[in-house]
């Protein structure tokens, strides 16, 4: 491992482990909040958010491994787990999307001034990953809002629309996903 001082956009690389982390366990507060309330669609979506952010984690771990740079595991902040209504998770992670996003372009920056090609071009996946993030969470938001209390609709609707198994697994169409240090879950 190099004993040379990280740059701003390793600093910055290496805190985003924790902030993965971080939104791996909001999301399992999500789900366990969705289980709770007998909502099996929306604890389903949570519970692979969950998987998928701890993936984004370890791709980032592996990236380092990869760079020969060290790397520590960060803990990981407390989630919220108490909710006034089953709308609010969602606001809570749609929230949480926007701000990753903030933070990615803020690491995507970063690499570009610290003239770091090889951490800018790690970048661009993450960057692509948020629109669709931010979409999804914004469209969840939008129809618990238009099922106005009819749990029904909003679960009929996350089993068809967001649940559904695509055709074929995303890291098979996306060749530009990081593999993850310890291989994806």
Avoid: C
Wanted: charged letters at 25%; hydrophobic letters at 40%.
């Amino acid at each position: 491992m190099t004993d040379t001082p990280r740059t701003t956009f390793q600093q910055l690389l290496h805190d985003q482990i924790s902030n993965e982390f971080t939104a791996s366990q909001q999301y399992i507060a999500l789900a366990v909040y969705y289980d709770n309330h007998d909502m099996p669609q929306l604890a389903k979506h949570f519970y692979g958010q969950s998987v998928e952010e701890r993936n984004h984690a370890m791709m980032i771990i592996k990236y380092f491994l990869d760079r020969d740079l060290d790397v520590e595991i960060p803990a990981a902040a407390a989630p919220v787990t108490a909710f006034d209504d089953y709308r609010a998770p969602i606001e809570l992670a749609l929230a949480q999307e926007k701000h990753v996003t903030e933070q990615i372009v803020a690491l995507a920056r970063a690499a570009r001034d610290d003239g770091d090609y090889l951490g800018e071009q790690f970048m661009q996946w993450f960057l692509k990953e948020q629109v669709e993030e931010v979409s999804t969470m914004t469209t969840l938001q939008a129809i618990a809002a238009r099922a106005d209390g009819n749990i029904f609709d909003l679960e009929n609707f996350v089993e068809r629309e967001v649940n559904a198994a695509p055709a074929t697994p995303a890291s098979a169409t996306d060749p530009g996903e990081p593999l993850a240090a310890g291989g994806n879950l």
